[in-house]
Each structure stands twice: as C-alpha cells, then as structure tokens.
C-alpha cells in the first residue's frame, strides 16, 4: 500500500491544487511524475532526459568539441579543409585522368609511346580509378607505372611500338605513290584486304572438303603478320612462292577460281580501276554493285 501512494500520491496532489483546475507548480523534471519522468501507461521506466549542453557525436575528437554545436561544426569543417589540403600538396587529383597523362619528356625514350598509349586504355583507366579511391598521388603512381613498362622494356617483354601511319606509309603500292590520300588509302585498304582473303582461302576446304590449314592457324598468321607492312609483304611474298607467279594469285583447286572462271586477282584489278571508285565522275554503282558481288561469290563471304 506504501508503495502505490508513493506512485500516485504526486497526481492527486497536482488535481487538489488551485481548486482542482490542473494549475500549481509542476513538479521538477526528472522526478516523479515531472516532464520527461512521468511513467508510460505500462508502468515501464520513463525515458532519460537528453544531457546538457552541446552535441557531441560518438567519437568525436577533443580538438573538433566546442563549446556549442556551432562552434563543433566549425572545428569539424576546418579539419576538413585541411585534410583536402594536404591531399592537394600531396598530389591527389580530383579525377582519375590525371593518372593517365604523362610527362613524356622525363620518362624513357624505350617506354614513350606505351605511355602515352596508356591515356586511351580502359585497362589502365580501371587502375586510375582504383587509385584515386584510394587517394594516391599522381606522382607516385606515375613512378610506378613508369618503372614497371621501363624493367618490362629491359626485360624484353615489349614489341617495338607500331607506329600506325608508317606501317600504312610502307604499304602504299608504287603505282599509287602519286594519287591523292584518299586514293592510297583504297589501295592501301585493298592491299590488306587481299592478305586476309588470301588467308582465309587457305582456311576454306577444297573439293575434297580438305583446307589448306586449320582455322586457329589462320587466325593466328593474321593477329601475328597483318599489323605490320612487314607482316604484310611476307603474305604477298609466300602467296607468290606458292603459284611460282611474279605477282601474288590465287591458288588451284577450288582455291583460285570463282563463277566464270574469273580470278580473284582480277576481279580486284577491274574494281581498283579509277572509274570503280565513287568519286568517279564515270563511276556506275551498278556495275560497281554486280563486281563486287562476284568478288563475295569467290572468297565465300
């Protein structure tokens, strides 16, 4: 009985006060019955009243607590700047391109143009990512990537860099030294292009349902020989030993020859005449179209 007057005696003291109105001075808070100390209807423990005074998050430095939490929030932002200033002197860039340029001047001359070739590889882009989420500085990563190509390139690792427009350079036939770029560019285009057919009449089964050879040894002579003028004469120079012909032609049974008789060889010389190319003022894209479709019916594509 003692202890259910020691729980309700506060409410029934605060309804006989002033006339029983509900008025008269509320008990303190935190004690019983006061703001934030009345019981909840389930007779749980009441709730704790907030400490006083500013907010201070969990683990939170003694050098970032003021006084109020304006003045935490100022500490914290000026940490802040600081921490994104050293990241600035140490060199962490704000995106992950500044990773891929490089100073070509100062790195050596073996290793140049693989370098530099590094500013367009996705590969190398993934790796920069990586690093910029890890806040590494640009000139750290540089010396790494730079001393890694170097020991490659001593090692021997490396194939010398093939420099595109030489190699193309180098394959422009003598008749055509003279014509325009856009010109070359088509004779040069179907100088390749007769490599690779070449190749691939190799991989075709004769009449006897039998290839000259296997297709993963044909797509291989291609990955290894057709990225390079060099590559490329080589084709032309073991297309001739094998027809015992001064120019390269295409191979008997069933290898050499198309609908009508007519060769590759020569269906490629009557569609790198001047008037089959479309800027012609003769040209006829009908002719142009029935050529070509010859050409497809003899290398099977």
Not at 108 to 119: F, G, H, K, N, T
Not at 243 to 267: F, N, V
């Amino acid at each position: 009985m003692k202890h259910l007057l020691e729980r309700y005696l506060p409410l029934r003291n605060a309804e006989n006060e002033g006339g029983g109105g509900g008025g008269g001075t509320p008990p303190p808070a935190g004690a019983p019955g006061g703001e934030g100390g009345r019981p909840a209807a389930d007779g749980s423990p009441p709730a704790s009243d907030p400490p006083a005074g500013p907010y201070r998050p969990q683990g939170l430095p003694d050098t970032m607590f003021g006084e109020n939490d304006r003045d935490t929030m100022d500490k914290m932002a000026t940490a802040l700047n600081g921490y994104r200033t050293r990241d600035s002197e140490r060199g962490v860039p704000e995106t992950a391109d500044a990773y891929q340029t490089f100073d070509l001047d100062k790195v050596d001359e073996a290793v140049r143009p693989q370098l530099e070739a590094l500013s367009s590889d996705l590969l190398f882009k993934a790796v920069a990512d990586v690093a910029l989420e890890e806040k590494v500085p640009v000139g750290a990563m540089q010396k790494i990537v730079t001393t890694l190509y170097s020991e490659a390139a001593k090692a021997g690792i490396f194939e010398p860099f093939l420099d595109v427009t030489a190699e193309r350079q180098a394959l422009i036939p003598t008749e055509a030294q003279n014509l325009p770029k856009a010109e070359q560019d088509r004779a040069i285009d179907a100088r390749m292009q007769a490599n690779e057919d070449f190749v691939k009449l190799l991989m075709k089964p004769g009449e006897d349902g039998k290839s000259q050879i296997d297709q993963a040894t044909g797509e291989h002579v291609m990955l290894m020989l057709m990225d390079s003028a060099n590559g490329n004469k080589f084709l032309e120079f073991f297309r001739s030993q094998m027809t015992g012909a001064e120019k390269p032609q295409p191979l008997g049974g069933g290898l050499g020859s198309g609908g009508g008789g007519e060769s590759r060889e020569a269906l490629r010389a009557e569609m790198a005449k001047p008037e089959m190319q479309p800027n012609h003022p003769k040209f006829d894209r009908a002719a142009y179209d029935a050529l070509d479709e010859k050409y497809k019916k003899l290398i099977g594509n």
